[in-house]
């Protein structure tokens, strides 16, 4: 089954067992994104990032959909203790990837597929993003769902 917009990334939970954390971010009024989109510092302002974010760019992941004429917006912060989940997939379009269990604790970049979902791109290992820590789906599954954190952010940039 391919990606869909349901896929895309959600926070999971903390390392240190805290609550939550969110960051109220600027955004251009026309700027918009869905909930659950990686968001990106540019020029001074929040926005969804392109396909495969560049090194120390990524702020977090939208905590909340931002629509046209909003001039701030909710994120959850990329902070290394912050937990997230996503699906694994393979190439630039999302493709089929059956997870293995030596996917845990390999680091790899995050795309952008056509229906807007983002995910964990096992083909991407030159433009690291994230590392995956646990399987949420079983070891095994298509396209699983996996925990995972950023390791390359404007707060812990590699």
């Known amino acids: 089954m391919p990606l869909a917009l349901r896929d895309t990334f959600y926070p999971y939970g903390m390392l ?3 609550p939550m954390p969110t960051l ?3 955004k ?3 700027t918009t994104w869905v909930k659950g989109a ?3 510092a540019t020029s001074g302002y929040a926005v969804e990032a392109a396909d495969g974010p560049t090194t120390g760019t990524i702020l977090g992941v939208a905590h909340e959909a931002a629509v046209a004429g909003q001039l701030t917006a909710l994120i959850v912060p990329a902070l290394p203790e912050v937990v997230f989940s996503g699906k694994i997939a393979t190439g630039d379009t999302g493709g089929d990837y059956t997870s293995l269990v030596t996917n845990r604790y390999l680091r790899y ?3 952008l597929d056509s ?3 983002w995910y964990i791109n096992a ?3 030159t433009d690291l993003a994230v590392m995956v820590l646990d399987f949420i789906d079983a070891i095994g599954d298509n396209l699983a769902k996996v925990q995972f954190c950023f390791i ?3 707060f812990n940039a590699i």
């Open 16 to 18: 240190n067992g805290m």
């Open 24 to 26: 109220r971010v600027k």
């Open 28 to 30: 251009e009024s026309a």
């Open 38 to 40: 990686v968001i990106i």
């Open 109 to 111: 970049g995050v795309s």
């Open 115 to 117: 229906s807007g979902a």
């Open 123 to 125: 083909a991407d290992t």
């Open 152 to 154: 390359d952010s404007k």
